[in-house]
């Protein structure tokens, strides 16, 4: 319990910017919440894209962030990146 508390406060925190009174901005809050509702949008599934360079990344934080369920999330991502080494090797051994 403790340490999901304390995962709380720290992933709250990294999602906030503070203003000069000390206020929290909603500029961040805003992109979260627009990443959370394009992850909510195309489901799980999208985390097949994960082995993409640029998007796959922030598209894992998102699914962790969303609490997606753990069993799907390695399922998903192993296989989109574990296809996209397996398609690299096997160009680069000349099987392609």
């Given at each position: ?21 000390g ?7 805003q ?17 097949l ?9 922030p ?38």
């Amino acid at each position: 319990m403790a340490a999901r508390r304390r995962f709380r406060r720290i992933r709250e925190r990294s999602f906030t910017r503070w203003n000069q009174e000390g206020q929290a901005a909603d500029v961040v809050q805003q992109q979260l919440e627009r990443a959370q509702q394009r992850y909510r949008r195309y489901g799980r599934l999208s985390l097949l894209l994960s082995w993409v360079p640029i998007i796959g990344d922030p598209l894992t934080v998102v699914a962790g962030t969303l609490r997606e369920p753990l069993w799907s999330f390695l399922l998903l991502v192993t296989l989109a990146k574990g296809g996209r080494y397996l398609l690299l090797a096997a160009i680069t051994l000349g099987w392609f």
